[in-house]
């Protein structure tokens, strides 16, 4: 009584739940065709097993043959909606074409009028609270069309179990199992067992098997990660192993304990007890070594042991040579792949260089890989994007199809089941490309969080190592540049030993670099190791220092050094440098430039003085040839002697001048006051400045000043400088000489002269050769009045320069140091001697 109860039960639920099944498959991912179609085939068995639960619970024959004959169409369908199925499940994105489609839907729908014919039905009977059948012809007909429609399903299947790889062959496996389990329970108790028999007693536990394809084919479908088939048999066998083996025991135990125990009840439950205790504690040891003897997968502990060790040799290997190597060696020991090709980032390039792979066991198989990914592509995009793996089975799963349509036609392309991106921060450093499993299983989900948990340890062994190749690189780049460098170069720490010290400063200070690094600052010459402790003592830096230093082999060489300090972390001062030129060469040069300076000056000199004294002399000449005839002409030799007269003082002042333009060894040095002088320039030139219409205006602010120097020598330069500005000033114009003080009373400051005149203009290319001596535009002059003042000004060791624009008017400007710079202080010492 209770079976006829609990069947229809189990009826409704089976229907219920295939139904579910089915709207939760469709739910998931509406726009999969399998997803769509599986919902159909669902809907189609619940109605089917709803019939069924019909027929069991029919209370008349009647009623129930009408069930029995509405059960055969049903069925026709939900097994050509499978076939429908199996068709496009689980590579297709699209159905199956629609002439396959349309006969096979077709043939469903010439079967259902079996289902009408008289002679399927011979008799029928309610018994035993089932209802009893007996079948004709139509029926075995009918059988036979189910038959090979299941049959072929199962070919189509089956046919596409070498080709496909990963998890869809393990979705195919997964669907397999459901179906044979189904076929073979519904195949004998609705097929076989009515043949035989003649009546429908067994009938009722076909419809309900089928359960079992719609079960596993859900699971394939819907479950996003897989447990291997065999993995899943395995541990089903361990645990009906390990529960009959707990049966076997307790049973054992419970029947020795009876007989001993008979007569004390207390005893014996206190027994039972204790023997449950103890079954319950080995069990779960049971249950384990059962487990190792069946299954033959490494377990997830040895997985994650096996990758963090890997993990660890990764981030050891600094070398981005052999990185590659070692990473796809590391995959390849824990997935087991037919490839591994490692593509890393090209800095110099937008692309991704192949290092590694692809190390395929069949050659022949598969594209070849290209060498180089652009950075921009496909692949390295969604990798960037995703920053995790990228599995080609799962990407219908959680992509649009909008993307999973052209990522899947990438990964088929390179023929990559795994994609992996190697990031630093948000940046792609390269991407590892993973074939499938050599055995064509599907990666399991502990393979795979084995790579996941690898990929952020390789991320930081390339970025560790690409520091390091950068350090390398430096490095390299640093003994490079000091190695060619032509100045010495000597660093010390802040423990004032030699850290450094490059091959010119060998050839400068004559000791081995080899020998210097390590020892203290002692072994390097007194000038420069003085400049060092200074610099690490905290001295402030004055520049570069000039001297000279003895060679050990006694050679005296004269050197420039400038010294600074480095610092390293925290802007603490950890050493320090100096940079050593040898002066040699340079003082050779300067004293072959200054020797061919002087002798350029001699022949400007001497050329300007041959053609001022010729002018003269060739007058002087040419009335002395005609002196023999006109010296009877009053006129003549009057015209003579004033002209002998002029000739004679013009001579005279050039040879005065030229004078000037010499240093005199007399000139004394004294305080000046610069007022005073600009004062007496300005009253001695100021008839001259009248007589021309010019205003002669001074600004005086120069008061305390008193520079060192010859004030007569100063007036002069100052006399000539004004005397210009007035000559070349036209009438009704102004001359105006001011003297300032500038940077007040300290080192550095100086006294500023000036002599500006607003409307005369030089011009540019002029500029620089004013200063020559016997250079001149001015009609009448020698063009040694400017180089005479520049020498005068040099000599007080100050400085001379001009600015002239247009519209602007022209400056001449002295600058006059007020503190002496080497000692040159006291009366009665030549100036620049």
Known sequence: MTHVTLWPVVLLSIAAASACLGVAVYQRARDRVWNRIFAAHATLVSVWVMVTYL????????TAELYIRLAHPACALSITSLLDLFWVFPERTAPAPWQWRATAYLFAVLAGPLALHPDLIRSLEIAHGTVLATYGWPFHVWSVYAAVVLAYADVVLIRKMPRLSGVERAQVKYVLMGVVITQVIGVITMLVLPGIFDNSLYTQWGTPAYIFVI???????????????????AHASGYAITGILVAAMIWLALTGARKALTDASLLTAMSYLLLGTLIGALAPSLHSRVQR???????????????HHVSEAILRTLDMEEL??????????????????????????????RRVGPARTNLEQGPELPLSLPLDCLLAREAAAERMLIERSQVWRFYSMER????????????????????????LAGLILIGEKRSGDMYSPEELAALQSMLPQVSLAVRNAQLYDEVVQVKEYTENILREMKSGVIAVDADQCIVVANPAAEQILGLQASWMVGRTLEVLPPPIARALMQVLSGVPVRGEERFQIRRPDGLKVPVACSCSTWRG??????????????????EELARERQEAEHLALIRVLSAGMAHELRNPLVAIRTFSELLPDRWDEDEFRSAFQQMAKDEIDRIERLLTDLLMLSKPADAVVEPIDVNQLCEGVVRALSALAESRGIALQSTLRAARARPLGDQSRLHQALVNLVKNAIEAEPDGGRVEVSA????????????????????SLIEEDQLGLIFKPFYTKRHGGTGLGLAICQTIVEEHKGTIRVTSRPGQGTEFAIELPLKAESGEQGHGRAVGS
């Open 55 to 62: 027929i069991q619970t029919a209370n008349t024959p009647e």
């Open 215 to 233: 079960g596993f084919t859900a699971y394939a479908i819907a479950k996003h990660r897989l447990i291997r088939p065999s993995v899943a048999m």
């Open 293 to 307: 003897l069946v299954t033959h997968t490494r377990d997830s502990h040895t997985l994650r042991e096996g990758a």
């Open 324 to 353: 590659p190597e070692f990473l796809a060696g590391a995959i390849e020991s824990i997935l087991r792949p037919t490839f591994v090709a490692v593509y890393w980032r090209d800095r110099k390039s937008m692309f991704l260089t």
């Open 404 to 427: 999973a349509g052209p990522l899947l036609a990438a990964m088929r392309k390179l023929d990559a089941d795994l994609v992996a991106p190697v990031l630093w921060e948000d940046d």
């Open 569 to 586: 972390t925290g802007q603490a001062t950890e050493g320090a440098v100096a940079v050593v030129n040898d002066l040699t060469l340079v």
């Open 740 to 759: 300032s003080t500038v940077g007040g009373h300290g080192t550095g400051s100086h006294v500023l002269i000036t002599v500006f005149n607003p409307n």
